[in-house]
């Protein structure tokens, strides 16, 4: 771990932080549990889809910068999980992706390697 790996965490968690509220409302609002349900319910309401928007943009920032090594990963989910939130995101992801293949497919790829480091860790 170089002074750079700690230099993005700080501005990545500088990023969640200042999405707070977006973080927390996905944790403990939102509640589609598909894309039909919710393209219904959030439709109108520019500020919720914002909320997605924000938690899901973050997470494929963050598995762009741990795929492509530019933060070190044992550094990175030391710090960050991405699994609850995956797991609220993944029905809504799969439907956009009917139309947008390859929405948040580093997201997706950030959960499937957070959770090969938990076994891991484990051992």
């Known amino acids: 771990m170089v002074n750079k790996d700690v230099d993005v965490l700080f501005s990545l968690y500088e990023i969640y932080d200042r999405n707070r509220d977006s ?23 520019s500020r919720d889809r914002s909320h997605f928007i924000r938690v899901c943009g973050f997470f494929e920032l963050s598995g762009t910068l741990v795929k492509r090594r530019l933060i070190d990963t044992d550094l990175y989910f030391d710090v960050f999980n991405p ?7 993944k029905p809504i992801i799969k439907g956009m ?6 929405i948040y497919e580093n997201f997706e790829l950030l ?5 090969k480091w938990a076994k891991k ?3």
């Open 83 to 89: 699994n609850p939130f995956w797991q609220k995101a």
């Open 23 to 45: 973080i927390l409302w996905f944790l403990e609002e939102f509640s589609a549990k598909s894309y039909e349900e919710y393209k219904q319910k959030y439709h109108g309401t």
């Open 111 to 115: 959960n499937e390697m957070k959770l």
């Open 121 to 123: 860790r484990r051992k």
């Open 97 to 102: 992706r009917d139309t947008r293949p390859f």
